[in-house]
């Protein structure tokens, strides 16, 4: 197994899915040779959250391999060095059926006999999808492990970029570090507004965004009825513009029509979450989709992006192209 090729598939795959992660930062010859994540020659370590054994020298929550022996990729979850977040962890253990390997120490074992980087990824990628999930909902009652900031995440794969650059690896627009947002631009300010033009401005504009709103609500049902065929999906049932369920999960359609993306998900995202939280107790598996008429432009993404690293529940971004609408 040729771990430098592994540990980069394994940082390539996880640059592609725009989660959050934590690559090893610190100053190291393994770095500088483009061993992206903790470990030695035994074994991988990587993590999604802020948090580090300093006595074990891993990760609070790793993720990990073994190359020896039997190959075996487990979770760990370690406080050799800290009483109160031991106690913590292993309360956190017994929500995703960790055992326990010392008292300061919890395993939970995915795989055996992995001798590919692909094998792994696969692995992880049900880490993703499953645990991960569960244990993000619990880690602000932590006390030393935190979820990566967006700043952080970014001044590490700047970091990485350097050194890949270095060594003469290719720097995609997918391993490219998040650019900072743009300065805000206001604009002045008034002293007073004409309120009897403005009524009137915002009757006639009501009556066209909800013809709007109605035509876009009908052509997103019949298009999700005709790929979905087997899903169960509600109209305007508690206010919701559509309610799909599909495999388990919950989508939450609100549909807006407006000519800015942006002015979609402002609106939009306020209302899905006053929804999931009078109808959902659990949003593990709730999504939110804002659909909007236009494509996302750069500026709409940055405030998506924004808007997904802020709450801890899916959300995504729709375009219902119009037919014979013109907004």
Sequence with gaps: MNLLEFHNDVYEHLISTEIRFKPRVMTSDRLNKGYWFIGDESYLNLSFWDGYDQLRKIHRLGFAIDFHGKKEVYLNLSAKDNEQEAKYLKILAEKINAKPIYPDLHRKFYGANVNTSKAFIN???????TDKRKLDKY??????????????????????????SH?????????????????????????????????????????????????????????????????????????????????????????????SPTKCIREGIGQLLHYCSQQFEDTENVILVIAGPNRLRNDDIDYLKFIQATINIETKYLQIIPKKAEI
Excluded: C
């Design 167 to 259: 060594l003469g690896m290719n720097i995609t627009a997918t391993t490219r570090f998040i650019e900072v947002r743009k300065k805000f631009i206001g604009r002045g300010g008034v002293r007073s507004k004409n309120i009897q033009e403005y009524i009137r401005e915002q009757i006639a504009k009501k009556i066209t965004v909800k013809s709007i709103h109605n035509q876009l609500q009908n052509e997103l049902f019949k298009k999700l009825n005709n790929e979905y065929s087997n899903d169960k999906l509600i109209m305007e049932e508690n206010w919701i513009d559509i309610l799909q369920v599909s495999e388990g999960k919950n989508y939450l359609y609100e549909i807006k029509p407006y000519e």
């Design 139 to 164: 880690i602000s009652n932590s006390p030393t492990i935190s979820h990566i900031t967006q700043k952080r995440f970014n001044r590490n794969i700047e970091r990485i970029n350097s050194i890949r």
């Design 123 to 129: 692995l992880l990628d049900e880490f993703i999808e």
